[in-house]
């Protein structure tokens, strides 16, 4: 599942499926379903989280909907508990995501090299949606910005981190996602923040002289991120913002069910300048229509409890390599599910779901293995 994770999505499944399957004959052989479940610090979050969307049920527009959404957050978490229970150590985590990397090694030169230089392709998405690719594309692209900065290596180390910080940067630029742009901005200027402040203006600096020095195409990309009067993605997105605060305002407490924007935005709160209808185009807008004050709620405490989780531990953790992993991670769920966030419903999407939680394993196997070998400060 970890090669295939940025290379194809049936991949990915069939990946999940298998290790799903293996882990349940473990459990069932040695009778052990309670290993490393039992004291998890996200075991509440996510249980308060499932029962707000189970509260949405109540009064639904379609139940069948409500199953559909409800099955794939559940997948999610049954992802990132195979992975504390079945990954023993911090090593075979280190691993595991080294093969993520490579597999989006892979698709990037596939892009970026196939899509956009021989096929002339002009926004470039690998196996996937644009903007799934995108986000994946951020995710991994915070992790070589750490490590590139921070870690200390030799000169075959600066050099495959600065290879794949170009690589994955150029795919991100024709890839044409202005919310991972924001969503790496956004984390990047984080990351710094808490790391070392003095990289800030030169992070900036970086940012401004790309785009000033990328292609005209690209320019008027960045430009039609403030455009609210020509650019129909952004009208696009307003009416569907403007639609799940009509939806809240009438559901105002458990919403009109998960799963159901598009069916209760089409039937009725469509607004002018609509072109997809399928979610809010934003996490929050849309828990705040489909599942109301409650649902939202439940929402943005499984985010706060992930992200302070992390940041407790970025900052007691001593050893250096996996201090970087723990930062990293931290700044990837902000960057994709709080900024991205903000211009895509993308906490229920399988590519990045699967992605984010998987990852979101690999830290807690290693923040409990420092623990538990005391390699921590007290």
């Given at each position: 599942?970890?090669?295939?994770?940025?290379?194809?999505?049936?991949?990915?499944?069939?990946?999940?499926?298998?290790?799903?399957?293996?882990?349940?004959?473990?459990?069932?052989?040695?009778?052990?379903?309670?290993?490393?479940?039992?004291?998890?610090?996200?075991?509440?979050?996510?249980?308060?989280?499932?029962?707000?969307?189970?509260?949405?049920?109540?009064?639904?527009?379609?139940?069948?909907?409500?199953?559909?959404?409800?099955?794939?957050?559940?997948?999610?978490?049954?992802?990132?508990?195979?992975?504390?229970?079945?990954?023993?150590?911090?090593?075979?985590?280190?691993?595991?995501?080294?093969?993520?990397?490579?597999?989006?090694?892979?698709?990037?030169?596939?892009?970026?090299?196939?899509?956009?230089?021989?096929?002339?392709?002009?926004?470039?998405?690998?196996?996937?949606?644009?903007?799934?690719?995108?986000?994946?594309?951020?995710?991994?692209?915070?992790?070589?910005?750490?490590?590139?900065?921070?870690?200390?290596?030799?000169?075959?180390?600066?050099?495959?981190?600065?290879?794949?910080?170009?690589?994955?940067?150029?795919?991100?630029?024709?890839?044409?996602t202005r919310g991972a742009w924001l969503g790496l901005i956004g984390a990047g200027f984080l990351v710094f923040w808490i790391r070392d402040k003095r990289w800030i203006p030169i992070f900036l600096l970086?940012?401004?002289?790309?785009?000033?020095?990328?292609?005209?195409?690209?320019?008027?990309?960045?430009?039609?991120?403030?455009?609210?009067?020509?650019?129909?993605?952004?009208?696009?997105?307003?009416?569907?913002?403007?639609?799940?605060?009509?939806?809240?305002?009438?559901?105002?407490?458990?919403?009109?069910?998960?799963?159901?924007?598009?069916?209760?935005?089409?039937?009725?709160?469509?607004?002018?300048?609509?072109?997809?209808?399928?979610?809010?185009?934003?996490?929050?807008?849309?828990?705040?229509?489909?599942?109301?004050?409650?649902?939202?709620?439940?929402?943005?405490?499984?985010?706060?409890?992930?992200?302070?989780?992390?940041?407790?531990?970025?900052?007691?953790?001593?050893?250096?390599?996996?201090?970087?992993?723990?930062?990293?991670?931290?700044?990837?769920?902000?960057?994709?599910?709080?900024?991205?966030?903000?211009?895509?419903?993308?906490?229920?999407?399988?590519?990045?779901?699967?992605?984010?939680?998987?990852?979101?394993?690999?830290?807690?196997?290693?923040?409990?293995?420092?623990?538990?070998?005391?390699?921590?400060?007290?």
């Open positions: 599942m970890a090669f295939s994770s940025a290379l194809s999505i049936a991949g990915s499944s069939i990946g999940l499926g298998l290790a799903f399957l293996g882990y349940l004959t473990k459990a069932v052989i040695t009778r052990d379903f309670n290993s490393g479940i039992k004291n998890n610090y996200f075991n509440l979050p996510i249980l308060i989280f499932l029962l707000t969307i189970l509260i949405s049920f109540i009064g639904t527009y379609n139940l069948e909907e409500s199953i559909d959404g409800l099955e794939d957050y559940i997948l999610f978490f049954i992802l990132y508990y195979m992975i504390i229970t079945t990954v023993k150590d911090a090593k075979l985590a280190d691993k595991l995501f080294k093969t993520g990397l490579l597999s989006m090694t892979i698709a990037s030169i596939y892009a970026l090299g196939w899509q956009k230089y021989y096929l002339g392709i002009r926004r470039i998405k690998a196996n996937y949606m644009a903007l799934d690719f995108g986000a994946l594309l951020l995710i991994y692209l915070i992790f070589v910005i750490v490590y590139l900065v921070w870690l200390r290596k030799d000169l075959k180390g600066i050099i495959g981190y600065s290879i794949l910080a170009i690589l994955f940067t150029l795919t991100l630029l024709y890839n044409q970086i940012i401004v002289l790309l785009g000033l020095c990328t292609p005209q195409v690209i320019q008027n990309r960045i430009k039609s991120i403030i455009d609210i009067e020509h650019s129909r993605s952004n009208l696009g997105r307003i009416a569907l913002w403007k639609g799940s605060i009509l939806m809240f305002r009438d559901n105002p407490i458990n919403g009109v069910g998960i799963g159901n924007f598009q069916e209760v935005y089409d039937t009725s709160y469509t607004q002018p300048n609509t072109t997809s209808s399928s979610h809010a185009h934003n996490n929050f807008f849309n828990f705040l229509a489909e599942t109301g004050i409650i649902g939202l709620s439940g929402f943005i405490y499984l985010l706060y409890s992930i992200l302070i989780y992390l940041y407790r531990s970025y900052c007691k953790v001593n050893d250096e390599y996996y201090k970087l992993f723990i930062l990293f991670s931290f700044a990837m769920v902000f960057g994709v599910y709080v900024i991205q966030g903000m211009t895509e419903y993308n906490f229920y999407k399988s590519v990045i779901g699967r992605t984010t939680w998987f990852l979101l394993g690999l830290s807690t196997v290693i923040i409990n293995r420092l623990i538990q070998g005391n390699n921590i400060k007290e």
